[in-house]
T-cell receptor, first 112, second 118 residues
Framework: TQLLEQSPQFLSIQEGENLTVYCNSSSVFSSLQWYRQEPGEGPVLLVTVVTGGEVKKLKRLTFQFGDARKDSSLHITAAQPGDTGLYLCAGIFTSGTYKYIFGTGTRLKVLA | NAGVMQNPRHLVRRRGQEARLRCSPMKGHSHVYWYRQLPEEGLKFMVYLQKENIIDESGMPKERFSAEFPKEGPSILRIQQVVRGDSAAYFC????????????????FGPGTRLTVL
């Protein structure tokens, strides 16, 4: 059974602080995605990483895919209240059919 | 270009009733995925469909749950004889047809249907 563990599960920080969210698995993924979900809405894709060791930046967000393509991290610099939400990683398998396995989620709250 | 549409947004059923959840994919998308999300948890894959074809239903409970994606009309997730444990948010996502075996296609999610079983 493929499993994606995210840590921490909950995070409450002050505006301006930095934070890192981790996504770990024992499985190797073809690619990995990060989503943000706000209450009452569906997840919205932030980024897709495909190559082992790849780093992508999206304004204050930095995403990294592990060399072995089993893990990933999301780093937010100078967090803002607008960053509050549920962050989900999703690993993608492309052997046979496309299968997306979602992580357990990290609920972030940024206090003003 | 309208996004993925799901209806109803909220559905209340009593134990033993049937629930029908609808999903209209984005224009041009022929792949549909259904997920279930319990409060404070991530999304659990249920089923992956193409038009008139179930590709992967490994996440679907064996009983009471079924899904279809007909040639015309929306994809339907059907839950028969609902129980309290079925209460959850059900999300649908759609994507385009892949052009190669190694290419993934971005999923776009709908707003979800929140099912409450009394």
């Amino acid at each position: 059974t493929q499993l994606l563990e995210q840590s921490p599960q909950f995070l409450s920080i002050q505006e301006g602080e930095n934070l890192t969210v981790y996504c770990n698995s024992s499985s190797v993924f073809s690619s990995l995605q990060w989503y943000r979900q706000e209450p009452g809405e569906g997840p919205v894709l932030l980024v897709t990483v495909v190559t082992g060791g790849e780093v992508k930046k999206l304004k204050r967000l930095t995403f990294q895919f592990g060399d072995a393509r089993k893990d990933s991290s999301l780093h937010i610099t100078a967090a803002q209240p607008g960053d509050t939400g549920l962050y989900l990683c999703a690993g993608i398998f492309t052997s046979g059919t496309y299968k997306y396995i979602f992580g357990t989620g990290t609920r972030l709250k940024v206090l003003a | 270009n309208a996004g993925v549409m799901q209806n109803p947004r909220h559905l209340v059923r009593r134990r033993g009733q049937e629930a029908r959840l609808r999903c209209s994919p984005m224009k041009g998308h022929s792949h549909v995925y259904w997920y279930r999300q319990l409060p404070e948890e991530g999304l659990k894959f249920m089923v992956y469909l193409q038009k008139e074809n179930i590709i992967d239903e490994s996440g679907m409970p064996k009983e009471r749950f079924s899904a279809e994606f007909p040639k015309e009309g929306p994809s339907i997730l059907r839950i028969q004889q609902v129980v309290r444990g079925d209460s959850a948010a059900y999300f649908c996502a759609s994507s385009r047809k892949s052009t190669s075996p190694t290419e993934y296609n971005e999923q776009f999610f709908g707003p979800g249907t929140r099912l409450t079983v009394l």
